[in-house]
């Protein structure tokens, strides 16, 4: 189990950019998969976008174009910049990670909120 950090939500107007970042602690190696998933109230939590260690990527349909994931791998830490940000973007954001693709479970951070005024 590691324990994962996130930062940079916020309060953004319509059109604009925000980053957010999640560092892992606890993990002696490299985490096989970091990402990042959404959720407003009374929706699913929805996978935004997701990382491996060999560079295979995810990025969900409905931020295809305007979000953008990366990760230092040796550091555990992956970030999600997010731009051309709009309304229907508000919600809490979760860093999760997959130690490794033989293992189901899955981490998750506390989350952060994102906040897209129009």
């Known amino acids: 189990q590691v324990q994962l950090v996130e930062s940079g939500g916020g309060l953004v107007q319509a059109g604009g950019s925000l980053r957010l970042s999640c560092t892992a602690s606890?993990?002696?190696?490299?985490?096989?998969?970091m990402g990042w998933s959404r959720q407003t109230p009374g929706k699913h939590r929805e996978t935004v976008a997701s990382?491996?260690?060999?560079?295979?990527?995810f990025i969900a349909d409905s931020v295809k174009g305007r979000v953008t994931i990366s990760r230092d791998n040796a550091e555990n830490t992956v970030d999600l910049q997010m731009t051309g940000l709009k309304p229907e973007d508000t919600a809490v954001y979760f860093c999760y990670a997959k130690i490794s693709a033989a293992r189901p479970d899955m981490d998750w951070g506390q989350g952060t909120q994102v906040t897209v005024s129009s």
């Open positions: 990382l491996t260690t060999s560079g295979v990527t």
């Open positions: 606890g993990s002696d190696s490299s985490i096989y998969a």
